[in-house]
């Protein structure tokens, strides 16, 4: 997604965040999430559906992804 389509967004890290290597997440306005690397923000950012958020999120709970 271009820049001018995340103009605007709330970004917010965990307050779990201690170390400096964290992601960022914003919700979008056409409701998708969008989460970028807190350290490049002006990198790529990854945009996913509701569903693949809350997959995601699922799948780091259960110890699945990540660790």
Request: with cysteine.
């Amino acid at each position: 997604m271009s820049p001018m389509g995340i103009s605007g967004a709330a970004w917010r890290k965990s307050v779990r965040s201690a170390n400096g290597n964290c992601v960022e997440v914003a919700l979008l306005a056409d409701g998708r999430v969008g989460v970028r690397d807190s350290k490049d923000r002006h990198g790529r950012v990854l945009m996913l559906t509701p569903a693949q958020w809350r997959a995601f999120v699922s799948g780091v709970r259960k110890g699945e992804i990540g660790g």
